[in-house]
T-cell receptor
Framework: DQQVKQNSPSLSVQEGRISILNCDYT??????FLWYKKYPAEGPTFLIS?????DKNEDGRFTVFLNKSAKHLSLHIVPSQPGDSAVYFC??????????FGQGTELSVKP | GAGVSQSPSNKVTEKGKDVELRCDPI?????LYWYRQRLGQGLEFLIY????????KSGLPSDRFSAERTGESVSTLTIQRTQQEDSAVYLC?????????????FGDGTRLSIL
């Protein structure tokens, strides 16, 4: 049973526009969420995180929003750049920092 | 570099053979994790080490899988009598203390292919 879900396997956007990647979770006990970016043949790279005591966290072009009542989070990338093309994973942190990952969304940013 | 290092980067072996995968975490990181990513899937947790102890082995899929860590550093994941369903990318990650609000740093993984 998937506790963290990314329902869109792929997303395509134009360079300069906003990319919005979505993630849903089922366990209301999760209190820390992370987004990772992954290029082919490389390990995931940490991008941004958010604690459940916040509803927004921003870092440069990247903003993560958390809606606890809906058990939903989203990653916004503005403006999108071709170098942002990668697979993005949403993850929730459990005990010991163990991560529960979604299936990933492949973002393609077209020039 | 100072990142997480995994070896080998690729491993092809015949069904039924044993394989050993190695992870060198970031120096000083006490927490070490192993994950597996099957084709088209997200990462699934296998095992967590704090120092040389493994308080959470809940993700190991069968008793053919085992792992150890020595010197609070290097970890090895061993798969005995490999099966085709073991084909995946095996990723190792480390973090400073294993707190649930600490991002993990990942290696580039070992791509395991079972013929």
């Amino acid at each position: 049973d998937q506790q963290v879900k990314q329902n869109s396997p792929s997303l395509s956007v134009q360079e300069g526009r906003i990319s919005i990647l979505n993630c849903d979770y089922t366990n209301s006990m999760f209190d820390y969420f992370l987004w990772y970016k992954k290029y082919p043949a490389e390990g995931p790279t940490f991008l941004i995180s958010i604690s459940s005591i916040k509803d927004k966290n921003e870092d440069g072009r990247f903003t993560v929003f958390l809606n606890k009542s809906a058990k939903h989070l989203s990653l916004h990338i503005v403006p999108s750049q071709p170098g942002d093309s990668a697979v993005y994973f949403c993850a929730a942190s459990e005990q010991w920092g163990k991560l529960i990952f979604g299936q990933g969304t492949e973002l393609s940013v077209k020039p | 570099g100072a990142g997480v290092s995994q070896s080998p980067s690729n491993k092809v072996t015949e069904k039924g053979k044993d394989v050993e995968l190695r992870c060198d975490p970031i120096s000083g990181h006490t927490a070490l994790y192993w994950y597996r990513q099957r084709l088209g899937q997200g990462l699934e947790f296998l095992i967590y080490f704090q120092g040389n102890s493994a308080p959470d082995k809940s993700g190991l899929p069968s008793d053919r899988f085992s792992a150890e860590r020595t010197g609070e550093s290097v970890s090895t994941l061993t798969i005995q009598r490999t099966q085709q369903e073991d084909s995946a990318v095996y990723l190792c990650a480390s973090s400073p203390q294993g707190a649930d609000n600490q991002p993990q740093h990942f290696g580039d993984g070992t791509r395991l292919s079972i013929l």
